[in-house]
């Protein structure tokens, strides 16, 4: 798997957007960009993943640059509920390696 | 759907007794289901690769005869801490890989306390 970086922390205020950023600056042209989140002492949870589309589903969208690169995950609404840790993931359907993602902070 | 479960969710055992944890796949088959171990504070670490009716592969570091993972059939996997020890003590957490829309899915993890 590629490896990501990822902001260790980030805050936003409940209502408005989160964007999640990461670098997979050598991800190769089979893997796929994933992110999940995991709330404290709880499974990661799927939120979205893509190849070189953009993405959108009820949960959030997903930007991915045209070099692939770099993506940016969009929390359109955030809520409390959306606090958790933030993984990102460039991999393929083989296994997931996941780094130490973003502990996003949801603040009234 | 694509609904993994995980039992059981907490569990606290002796030092020096085994202890199994199952993953199964309630609503999909999973020919390929994935362990991992975290530690407080920690990322998820990968162990084992787990594929029905062969042996698991195992990540580099990981004692294969320590943790014995079995999946005998398309919906369930094991895995067994055998001789447990306090630095066992940890959050197990199983995944699988199921249909594509949903990538993978994870089950809510045991908590194991070795004492």
């Known amino acids: 798997d590629a490896k990501t970086t990822q902001p260790t922390s980030m805050d936003c205020a409940e209502g408005r957007a989160a964007n999640l950023p990461c670098n997979h600056s050598?991800?190769?042209?089979?893997?796929?960009v994933y992110w999940y989140r995991q709330i404290h002492s709880q499974g990661p949870q799927y939120i979205i993943h893509?190849?070189?589309n953009n993405e959108t589903n009820e949960m959030a969208s997903l930007i991915i640059t045209e070099d692939r690169k770099s993506s940016t995950l969009i929390l359109p609404h955030a809520t409390l509920r959306d606090t958790a840790v933030y993984y990102c993931i460039a991999g393929t359907a083989s296994k997931l390696t996941f780094g130490t993602g973003t502990r996003l902070q949801v603040t009234l | 759907g694509a609904v993994v479960s995980q039992h059981p969710s907490w569990v606290i055992c002796k030092s020096g007794t085994s202890v199994k944890i199952e993953c199964r796949s309630l609503?999909?088959?999973?020919?390929?289901m994935f362990w991992y171990r975290q530690f407080p504070k920690q990322s998820l670490m990968l162990m084992a690769t787990s594929n029905e009716g062969s042996k698991a592969t195992y990540e580099q570091g990981v004692e294969k005869d320590k943790f014995l993972i079995n999946h005998a059939s398309l919906t369930l996997s094991t895995l067994t801490v055998t001789s447990a020890h306090p630095e066992d003590s940890s959050f197990y957490i199983c995944?699988?890989?199921?249909?594509?829309?949903?990538?993978?899915?994870f089950g809510s993890g045991t908590r194991l306390t070795v004492v």
């Open positions: 893509g190849l070189k």
């Open positions: 995944s699988a890989s199921g249909r594509a829309s949903y990538g993978y899915t």
């Open positions: 050598t991800i190769s042209g089979n893997e796929y």
């Open positions: 609503d999909f088959q999973a020919t390929t």
